[in-house]
Protein backbone atom coordinates (compact mmCIF):
# COMPACT_ATOMS: atom_id res chain seq x y z
CA UNK A 1 0.00 0.00 0.00
CA UNK A 2 1.49 3.51 -0.86
CA UNK A 3 2.36 5.74 1.79
CA UNK A 4 0.03 9.00 1.51
CA UNK A 5 1.64 12.26 -0.33
CA UNK A 6 3.16 14.93 1.81
CA UNK A 7 0.12 16.98 0.81
CA UNK A 8 -2.26 14.54 1.98
CA UNK A 9 -0.31 14.97 5.34
CA UNK A 10 -0.12 18.70 4.99
CA UNK A 11 -3.65 19.34 4.53
CA UNK A 12 -3.66 17.01 8.03
CA UNK A 13 -2.34 19.77 9.99
CA UNK A 14 1.33 19.62 9.56
CA UNK A 15 2.97 22.54 8.15
CA UNK A 16 5.20 22.60 5.37
CA UNK A 17 9.11 22.75 5.43
CA UNK A 18 11.53 19.60 6.65
CA UNK A 19 9.11 18.15 9.07
CA UNK A 20 6.86 16.56 6.40
CA UNK A 21 9.43 15.39 4.61
CA UNK A 22 11.53 13.69 7.59
CA UNK A 23 8.12 12.32 8.91
CA UNK A 24 7.71 10.39 5.46
CA UNK A 25 11.26 9.05 5.66
CA UNK A 26 10.84 8.11 8.88
CA UNK A 27 7.57 6.20 7.75
CA UNK A 28 9.26 4.58 5.16
CA UNK A 29 12.31 3.28 7.92
CA UNK A 30 9.87 1.87 9.64
CA UNK A 31 8.46 0.03 6.87
CA UNK A 32 11.49 -0.97 5.68
CA UNK A 33 12.33 -2.67 8.94
CA UNK A 34 9.52 -4.41 9.62
CA UNK A 35 6.86 -2.58 11.26
CA UNK A 36 3.42 -2.86 9.80
CA UNK A 37 3.14 1.27 9.03
CA UNK A 38 0.56 2.48 6.33
CA UNK A 39 -1.01 5.60 5.09
CA UNK A 40 -3.03 5.90 7.84
CA UNK A 41 -0.51 5.85 10.89
CA UNK A 42 1.29 8.42 8.82
CA UNK A 43 -1.30 10.85 8.96
CA UNK A 44 -2.50 9.95 12.76
CA UNK A 45 1.54 10.88 12.90
CA UNK A 46 1.22 14.34 11.80
CA UNK A 47 -2.24 15.08 13.50
CA UNK A 48 -0.33 13.94 16.81
CA UNK A 49 2.63 16.43 16.23
CA UNK A 50 0.20 19.50 16.15
CA UNK A 51 -0.67 18.71 19.35
CA UNK A 52 2.58 18.31 20.96
CA UNK A 53 5.81 20.04 21.82
CA UNK A 54 7.94 19.71 18.66
CA UNK A 55 11.04 21.32 20.92
CA UNK A 56 10.25 18.50 23.43
CA UNK A 57 11.57 14.95 22.26
CA UNK A 58 10.03 12.79 24.79
CA UNK A 59 6.82 14.49 23.87
CA UNK A 60 7.29 13.67 19.85
CA UNK A 61 8.54 9.79 20.94
CA UNK A 62 5.62 9.47 22.68
CA UNK A 63 3.24 10.94 20.33
CA UNK A 64 4.46 8.92 17.49
CA UNK A 65 4.64 5.56 19.28
CA UNK A 66 0.96 5.66 20.31
CA UNK A 67 -0.38 5.83 17.02
CA UNK A 68 2.16 4.23 14.90
CA UNK A 69 2.57 0.99 17.03
CA UNK A 70 -0.04 -1.16 17.64
CA UNK A 71 1.64 -4.46 19.06
CA UNK A 72 3.80 -4.16 22.48
CA UNK A 73 6.76 -6.67 20.50
CA UNK A 74 7.16 -3.59 18.38
CA UNK A 75 7.90 -1.26 20.84
CA UNK A 76 11.45 -1.80 21.03
CA UNK A 77 12.01 -1.88 17.32
CA UNK A 78 10.47 1.55 16.87
CA UNK A 79 12.98 3.41 19.67
CA UNK A 80 15.54 2.08 18.06
CA UNK A 81 14.19 3.18 14.67
CA UNK A 82 13.48 6.85 16.60
CA UNK A 83 16.87 7.14 17.90
CA UNK A 84 18.86 6.56 14.96
CA UNK A 85 16.41 8.36 12.85
CA UNK A 86 15.49 11.45 14.33
CA UNK A 87 19.59 13.30 14.80
CA UNK A 88 22.62 14.22 11.91
CA UNK A 89 21.46 11.86 8.51
CA UNK A 90 25.38 11.70 8.51
CA UNK A 91 25.56 9.95 12.39
CA UNK A 92 22.24 7.83 11.38
CA UNK A 93 24.52 6.38 8.71
CA UNK A 94 27.87 5.86 10.61
CA UNK A 95 25.53 4.36 12.87
CA UNK A 96 23.97 1.72 10.85
CA UNK A 97 27.32 1.32 9.58
CA UNK A 98 29.09 0.64 12.63
CA UNK A 99 25.92 -1.60 13.92
CA UNK A 100 27.02 -4.01 11.00
CA UNK A 101 30.42 -4.17 11.58
CA UNK A 102 30.02 -5.16 15.04
CA UNK A 103 27.16 -7.41 14.44
CA UNK A 104 30.19 -10.28 12.55
CA UNK A 105 32.31 -9.83 16.15
CA UNK A 106 32.46 -12.91 18.92
CA UNK A 107 31.52 -10.52 21.48
CA UNK A 108 28.16 -9.58 22.81
CA UNK A 109 25.84 -8.96 20.16
CA UNK A 110 23.32 -5.89 19.67
CA UNK A 111 19.93 -6.61 20.31
CA UNK A 112 18.22 -7.92 17.07
CA UNK A 113 15.96 -4.55 16.49
CA UNK A 114 18.97 -2.10 16.18
CA UNK A 115 20.38 -4.80 13.35
CA UNK A 116 17.39 -4.44 11.46
CA UNK A 117 16.86 -0.39 11.89
CA UNK A 118 20.50 -0.49 10.71
CA UNK A 119 19.39 -2.77 7.69
CA UNK A 120 16.75 -0.47 6.63
CA UNK A 121 18.45 2.61 6.80
CA UNK A 122 21.94 0.99 4.82
CA UNK A 123 18.89 1.30 2.38
CA UNK A 124 19.21 4.53 1.98
CA UNK A 125 22.52 5.11 1.59
CA UNK A 126 23.56 5.97 -2.38
CA UNK A 127 24.75 3.30 -4.70
CA UNK A 128 28.17 4.18 -5.70
CA UNK A 129 28.42 5.23 -10.01
CA UNK A 130 29.50 1.73 -11.71
CA UNK A 131 33.15 1.35 -12.52
CA UNK A 132 34.64 0.01 -15.30
CA UNK A 133 34.46 -3.50 -15.70
CA UNK A 134 37.40 -5.59 -13.82
CA UNK A 135 38.29 -9.53 -15.12
CA UNK A 136 36.50 -12.11 -13.41
CA UNK A 137 38.22 -13.00 -10.73
CA UNK A 138 39.52 -16.64 -10.78
CA UNK A 139 37.27 -19.52 -10.04
CA UNK A 140 37.50 -21.38 -6.45
CA UNK A 141 36.97 -24.83 -5.00
CA UNK A 142 33.81 -24.51 -3.11
CA UNK A 143 32.30 -28.04 -2.84
CA UNK A 144 32.53 -27.47 0.70
CA UNK A 145 31.24 -23.97 1.51
CA UNK A 146 27.66 -24.10 3.56
CA UNK A 147 24.98 -22.25 1.24
CA UNK A 148 22.83 -19.50 2.35
CA UNK A 149 20.17 -21.96 3.16
CA UNK A 150 21.86 -23.96 5.42
CA UNK A 151 23.57 -20.82 7.46
CA UNK A 152 20.03 -19.85 7.56
CA UNK A 153 19.15 -23.48 9.53
CA UNK A 154 21.43 -23.21 11.76
CA UNK A 155 21.30 -18.87 12.63
CA UNK A 156 20.22 -17.75 15.93
CA UNK A 157 16.71 -15.93 15.77
CA UNK A 158 18.23 -13.34 18.12
CA UNK A 159 21.16 -12.48 15.51
CA UNK A 160 18.60 -12.49 12.41
CA UNK A 161 18.02 -9.30 10.25
CA UNK A 162 14.48 -8.48 9.03
CA UNK A 163 15.04 -10.09 5.69
CA UNK A 164 15.87 -13.16 7.53
CA UNK A 165 13.37 -13.28 10.07
CA UNK A 166 10.67 -12.67 7.34
CA UNK A 167 12.53 -16.07 5.17
CA UNK A 168 12.54 -18.15 8.97
CA UNK A 169 8.58 -17.28 9.14
CA UNK A 170 8.13 -18.85 5.55
CA UNK A 171 10.50 -22.19 6.44
CA UNK A 172 8.47 -22.43 9.28
CA UNK A 173 5.06 -21.96 7.79
CA UNK A 174 6.49 -25.34 5.54
CA UNK A 175 7.31 -27.32 8.52
CA UNK A 176 4.91 -30.43 8.79
CA UNK A 177 4.18 -31.83 12.44
CA UNK A 178 2.87 -35.56 12.15
CA UNK A 179 2.85 -35.98 15.28
CA UNK A 180 3.15 -39.55 16.48
CA UNK A 181 -0.20 -41.82 16.68
CA UNK A 182 -1.69 -43.37 19.96
CA UNK A 183 -4.22 -46.08 20.29
CA UNK A 184 -7.53 -44.81 22.09
CA UNK A 185 -10.18 -46.58 23.30
CA UNK A 186 -12.69 -46.30 20.20
CA UNK A 187 -13.50 -48.70 17.63
CA UNK A 188 -14.41 -48.29 14.00
CA UNK A 189 -15.91 -50.56 11.75
CA UNK A 190 -12.96 -52.11 9.35
CA UNK A 191 -13.92 -55.23 7.16
CA UNK A 192 -10.14 -55.92 7.30
CA UNK A 193 -9.56 -54.96 10.92
CA UNK A 194 -7.50 -57.30 13.05
CA UNK A 195 -10.57 -57.79 16.26
CA UNK A 196 -14.33 -59.00 15.76
CA UNK A 197 -17.07 -57.27 16.45
CA UNK A 198 -19.70 -59.92 18.20
CA UNK A 199 -22.33 -57.08 18.57
CA UNK A 200 -22.12 -56.03 14.97
CA UNK A 201 -22.26 -59.29 13.76
CA UNK A 202 -25.31 -60.04 15.93
CA UNK A 203 -27.34 -57.42 14.85
CA UNK A 204 -26.72 -58.30 11.07
CA UNK A 205 -27.65 -61.86 12.13
CA UNK A 206 -31.15 -60.76 12.97
CA UNK A 207 -31.65 -59.29 9.43
CA UNK A 208 -31.20 -62.51 8.34
CA UNK A 209 -33.57 -64.75 10.65
CA UNK A 210 -30.74 -65.42 13.03
CA UNK A 211 -28.46 -67.06 10.52
CA UNK A 212 -24.78 -65.69 10.65
CA UNK A 213 -23.59 -65.12 7.20
CA UNK A 214 -20.55 -63.25 7.96
CA UNK A 215 -18.19 -61.92 11.03
CA UNK A 216 -18.07 -58.35 11.14
CA UNK A 217 -14.76 -56.76 12.46
CA UNK A 218 -13.21 -53.78 13.81
CA UNK A 219 -10.39 -51.62 14.57
CA UNK A 220 -9.21 -49.46 17.12
CA UNK A 221 -9.18 -45.91 16.24
CA UNK A 222 -5.39 -44.08 16.55
CA UNK A 223 -5.08 -40.38 16.45
CA UNK A 224 -2.32 -37.64 17.44
CA UNK A 225 -2.17 -36.70 20.97
CA UNK A 226 -2.83 -33.13 22.48
CA UNK A 227 -0.58 -31.30 21.94
CA UNK A 228 -0.12 -27.68 24.81
CA UNK A 229 2.80 -25.18 24.59
CA UNK A 230 3.34 -23.24 27.56
CA UNK A 231 5.50 -20.62 26.42
CA UNK A 232 7.63 -17.86 28.27
CA UNK A 233 7.07 -14.33 26.93
CA UNK A 234 8.83 -12.38 29.93
CA UNK A 235 11.75 -9.59 28.88
CA UNK A 236 14.17 -12.56 27.90
CA UNK A 237 12.55 -14.51 26.14
CA UNK A 238 10.46 -11.56 24.29
CA UNK A 239 12.75 -12.02 21.08
CA UNK A 240 12.34 -16.02 20.95
CA UNK A 241 8.56 -16.04 21.68
CA UNK A 242 8.21 -13.54 18.76
CA UNK A 243 9.39 -16.43 16.01
CA UNK A 244 7.94 -19.46 17.92
CA UNK A 245 4.50 -17.88 18.18
CA UNK A 246 4.58 -18.53 14.15
CA UNK A 247 5.19 -22.22 14.50
CA UNK A 248 2.77 -22.24 17.35
CA UNK A 249 0.04 -20.52 14.99
CA UNK A 250 1.10 -23.08 11.80
CA UNK A 251 0.51 -25.83 14.30
CA UNK A 252 -2.40 -24.65 15.68
CA UNK A 253 -3.86 -24.00 11.99
CA UNK A 254 -2.87 -27.48 10.83
CA UNK A 255 -4.38 -30.08 13.55
CA UNK A 256 -6.70 -30.16 16.05
CA UNK A 257 -6.43 -30.46 19.97
CA UNK A 258 -3.49 -28.05 20.34
CA UNK A 259 -3.81 -25.59 23.64
CA UNK A 260 -1.41 -22.62 23.87
CA UNK A 261 -0.63 -21.02 26.88
CA UNK A 262 1.50 -17.59 27.46
CA UNK A 263 2.81 -16.68 30.74
CA UNK A 264 5.03 -13.89 31.43
CA UNK A 265 3.99 -12.73 35.26
CA UNK A 266 0.50 -14.13 34.70
CA UNK A 267 -1.05 -17.47 32.84
CA UNK A 268 -3.07 -16.38 29.92
CA UNK A 269 -5.08 -18.84 26.97
CA UNK A 270 -4.29 -17.82 23.72
CA UNK A 271 -5.83 -20.85 21.84
CA UNK A 272 -8.57 -19.41 20.36
CA UNK A 273 -6.73 -16.01 19.48
CA UNK A 274 -4.38 -18.67 17.16
CA UNK A 275 -6.93 -20.18 15.59
CA UNK A 276 -7.27 -18.23 13.42
CA UNK A 277 -5.89 -18.31 9.49
CA UNK A 278 -4.22 -15.02 9.17
CA UNK A 279 -1.85 -14.85 10.80
CA UNK A 280 -1.17 -11.18 11.18
CA UNK A 281 -4.95 -10.67 12.77
CA UNK A 282 -4.12 -13.52 15.31
CA UNK A 283 -0.94 -11.81 16.32
CA UNK A 284 -2.98 -8.47 16.79
CA UNK A 285 -5.53 -10.66 18.93
CA UNK A 286 -2.70 -12.54 21.22
CA UNK A 287 -1.32 -8.81 21.85
CA UNK A 288 -4.64 -7.43 22.97
CA UNK A 289 -5.54 -10.93 25.18
CA UNK A 290 -1.98 -10.68 26.47
CA UNK A 291 -1.16 -7.59 29.05
CA UNK A 292 2.32 -8.91 30.59
CA UNK A 293 4.76 -9.01 27.26
CA UNK A 294 8.61 -8.16 28.15
CA UNK A 295 7.43 -8.01 31.96
CA UNK A 296 8.84 -10.16 34.51
CA UNK A 297 8.82 -13.77 34.83
CA UNK A 298 6.82 -15.95 37.33
CA UNK A 299 7.15 -19.64 36.25
CA UNK A 300 6.29 -21.54 39.59
CA UNK A 301 3.58 -19.37 40.07
CA UNK A 302 2.35 -19.83 36.28
CA UNK A 303 2.26 -23.57 36.27
CA UNK A 304 0.39 -23.92 39.40
CA UNK A 305 -2.26 -22.05 38.08
CA UNK A 306 -2.52 -24.13 34.82
CA UNK A 307 -2.20 -27.42 37.20
CA UNK A 308 -4.95 -25.68 39.53
CA UNK A 309 -7.07 -24.76 36.04
CA UNK A 310 -6.25 -26.59 32.70
CA UNK A 311 -4.73 -29.39 33.47
CA UNK A 312 -8.15 -31.50 33.49
CA UNK A 313 -9.47 -30.02 30.92
CA UNK A 314 -6.50 -30.21 28.20
CA UNK A 315 -3.94 -32.71 29.20
CA UNK A 316 -6.26 -36.22 28.77
CA UNK A 317 -5.13 -39.13 26.38
CA UNK A 318 -1.84 -38.72 26.46
CA UNK A 319 -0.79 -35.50 25.94
CA UNK A 320 2.52 -33.67 25.07
CA UNK A 321 3.60 -30.65 27.08
CA UNK A 322 5.75 -28.14 25.01
CA UNK A 323 7.57 -26.44 28.06
CA UNK A 324 9.31 -23.18 26.49
CA UNK A 325 10.97 -21.29 28.57
CA UNK A 326 14.50 -19.94 29.97
CA UNK A 327 13.83 -21.22 33.81
CA UNK A 328 15.06 -17.83 34.54
CA UNK A 329 12.19 -17.10 37.60
CA UNK A 330 12.38 -13.70 39.41
CA UNK A 331 10.60 -15.40 42.03
CA UNK A 332 13.72 -18.28 42.37
CA UNK A 333 12.34 -21.77 42.81
CA UNK A 334 9.39 -21.17 45.01
CA UNK A 335 7.19 -24.11 44.51
CA UNK A 336 8.95 -24.73 41.05
CA UNK A 337 10.23 -28.13 41.44
CA UNK A 338 6.21 -29.15 43.12
CA UNK A 339 4.52 -27.40 40.27
CA UNK A 340 6.72 -29.02 37.35
CA UNK A 341 6.34 -32.52 39.12
CA UNK A 342 2.96 -32.18 38.85
CA UNK A 343 2.91 -30.96 35.20
CA UNK A 344 5.38 -33.84 34.37
CA UNK A 345 2.74 -36.36 36.30
CA UNK A 346 0.16 -35.12 33.89
CA UNK A 347 0.73 -35.71 30.89
CA UNK A 348 2.69 -38.34 28.84
CA UNK A 349 5.34 -36.23 27.82
CA UNK A 350 6.99 -33.56 28.87
CA UNK A 351 9.54 -31.54 26.77
CA UNK A 352 11.53 -28.61 27.94
CA UNK A 353 12.95 -26.30 25.14
CA UNK A 354 15.31 -23.84 26.48
CA UNK A 355 16.93 -21.21 24.30
CA UNK A 356 20.37 -21.28 26.77
CA UNK A 357 21.04 -24.38 25.14
CA UNK A 358 22.50 -23.10 22.43
CA UNK A 359 26.08 -22.19 24.14
CA UNK A 360 28.00 -24.94 24.36
CA UNK A 361 28.85 -24.40 28.14
CA UNK A 362 25.99 -24.32 29.75
CA UNK A 363 25.88 -25.31 32.82
CA UNK A 364 22.24 -25.37 34.89
CA UNK A 365 23.08 -22.79 37.50
CA UNK A 366 20.02 -20.75 38.53
CA UNK A 367 18.12 -22.05 41.09
CA UNK A 368 15.04 -22.36 38.45
CA UNK A 369 16.69 -24.57 35.94
CA UNK A 370 17.90 -26.69 39.02
CA UNK A 371 14.44 -27.29 40.24
CA UNK A 372 12.90 -27.70 36.85
CA UNK A 373 15.37 -30.01 35.20
CA UNK A 374 14.90 -33.29 37.20
CA UNK A 375 11.19 -33.08 36.28
CA UNK A 376 11.51 -32.85 32.45
CA UNK A 377 11.61 -36.30 29.94
CA UNK A 378 13.33 -33.79 27.37
CA UNK A 379 15.77 -31.11 27.53
CA UNK A 380 16.22 -29.67 24.19
CA UNK A 381 17.58 -26.07 22.83
CA UNK A 382 15.27 -24.05 20.86
CA UNK A 383 16.83 -20.64 18.99
CA UNK A 384 17.34 -21.58 15.37
CA UNK A 385 15.84 -23.57 12.96
CA UNK A 386 17.52 -26.50 13.02
CA UNK A 387 16.71 -26.80 16.75
CA UNK A 388 12.71 -26.33 14.95
CA UNK A 389 12.82 -29.55 12.47
CA UNK A 390 15.02 -31.65 15.67
CA UNK A 391 11.45 -31.15 17.58
CA UNK A 392 9.49 -32.04 14.82
CA UNK A 393 11.64 -35.20 14.16
CA UNK A 394 11.46 -36.22 18.46
CA UNK A 395 7.78 -35.67 18.32
CA UNK A 396 6.94 -37.41 14.94
CA UNK A 397 9.18 -40.68 16.33
CA UNK A 398 7.77 -43.34 17.95
CA UNK A 399 7.95 -43.02 21.91
CA UNK A 400 8.51 -45.85 24.67
CA UNK A 401 5.71 -46.46 27.13
CA UNK A 402 5.38 -44.74 30.09
CA UNK A 403 8.05 -45.82 32.63
CA UNK A 404 10.50 -47.34 29.98
CA UNK A 405 13.48 -44.80 29.77
CA UNK A 406 11.90 -41.47 28.20
CA UNK A 407 13.76 -39.65 30.16
CA UNK A 408 16.41 -38.20 28.22
CA UNK A 409 18.50 -34.60 27.43
Not at 19 to 31: D, G, H, I, Q, T
Not at 112 to 137: F, K, S
Not at 344 to 362: E, K, M, Q, T, V
Request: hydrophobic share 45%; charged share 25%; proline share 7%.
Amino acid sequence: MALAPASAIVRAGVGGGHLVSNLLAFVRLLRRAGLPVGAGEAIAAAEALTIVDLADRAQVHGALRAVMVHRREHFELFDQAFTLFWRSPEAGRQAAALELFEAGKEKERPPPTARRVAEALMADRPRPPPQEAEPPPPLREATLTVSDRERLQRMDFEAMGAAEIAEAKREIRRLVLPLDERRTRRFRADPSGPGLDLRATIRASLREGGEILALARRRRITRPPPLVALCDISGSMARYAQILLHFLHAVTNERDRVHTFLFGTRLTNVTRQLRHRDAEVAFELVAQAVPDWSGGTRIGESLARFNRLWARRVLGQGAVVLLITDGLDREGAKGLAEATDRLRRSCRRLIWLNPLLRYAGFQPKSQGIRAMLPHVDEFRPVHNLESLRALVESLSAPQPRAGHGRRAA
